[in-house]
């Protein structure tokens, strides 16, 4: 019906095909969906079939096999790239996106360093990331900087990093890294240090909340080359140490 429709022109009937469709994506079919929807310029359909690859995943990649290699390079990087991505870890992205190069190796193996630019190498697991490191795909000196920037990361040495590969995509539920500023303001007359951490909103700006301990607010804080420290219970405590507190620690909107 689509493809009558799209030669006779009658725009009414396939935008009731696009719609009836859109509602009737599974990750069985969803890959196959997603192509005949990017052939026909079906954008309820497209958007739908995406979601559902990126929100099932490995049943899709699972389901999907002999499809996956169907997808063309831009397919391939609007999927990598979403932050809406379900996976466990990041080993099962990198995967995929290695089957979907080995699909074609002649042909997508140069655009396999801009892809992997996508894939949050830091969120891998550390027994993966010394695999992937090995692997002739990442013989490169940007796919190396993608490794080096992981083992920073993992080693916690990852406060002057930020990019699209070191933010957690939002199904991830392991250790994340939380944006901080520190700066000093006068308040009721006196000035104080003030340490406030971001908070994402709906619609996709900051909002920042002061951090504060059991005592009150952490007025005692320090910053340098090495991070964030705050003083508590007569000590320094390094932030990589003191975010794992957070669930802890209480916000007031400033």
Not at 2 to 30: H, Q, T, W, Y
Not at 88 to 117: C, G, H, I, M, Y
Not at 194 to 209: H, Q
Request: hydrophobic share 40%.
């Amino acid at each position: 019906i689509v493809e009558a429709c799209e030669f006779f022109c009658i725009g009414e009937v396939k935008d009731r095909c696009d719609e009836l469709m859109a509602n009737n994506v599974d990750p069985v079919d969803s890959i196959k969906y997603l192509r005949f929807a990017k052939k026909f310029n079906l954008p309820k359909l497209s958007l739908s079939a995406l979601e559902v690859i990126v929100s099932d995943f490995k049943e899709v990649f699972e389901t999907n096999f002999d499809y996956l290699k169907y997808l063309d390079e831009d397919e391939m990087k609007e999927v990598v790239s979403s932050d809406a991505l379900v996976a466990e870890t990041e080993d099962f992205v990198f995967e995929a996106l290695v089957t979907w190069v080995n699909a074609d190796f002649e042909e997508r193996k140069d655009v396999f360093p801009q892809l992997a630019s996508a894939i949050r190498f830091p969120f891998c697991s550390p027994e993966m990331l010394g695999t992937i490191s090995r692997s002739s795909l990442m013989m490169n000196d940007r796919c190396k900087e993608f490794i080096n920037e992981a083992h920073r990361h993992q080693s916690n040495s990852h406060h002057y990093l930020h990019n699209a590969r070191t933010i957690p995509r939002a199904a991830y539920n392991g250790k994340r890294q939380h944006l901080v500023r520190v700066h000093d303001a006068k308040i009721h007359g006196e000035f104080r240090r003030i340490c406030e951490i971001a908070i994402p909103t709906d619609d996709d700006t900051m909002l920042w909340e002061e951090l504060l301990n059991e005592s009150g607010a952490l007025n005692h804080i320090s910053v340098d080359s090495s991070g964030f420290y705050w003083y508590s219970h007569e000590k320094w405590t390094h932030f990589d140490v003191a975010s794992r507190m957070i669930k802890r620690v209480s916000f007031k909107h400033p």
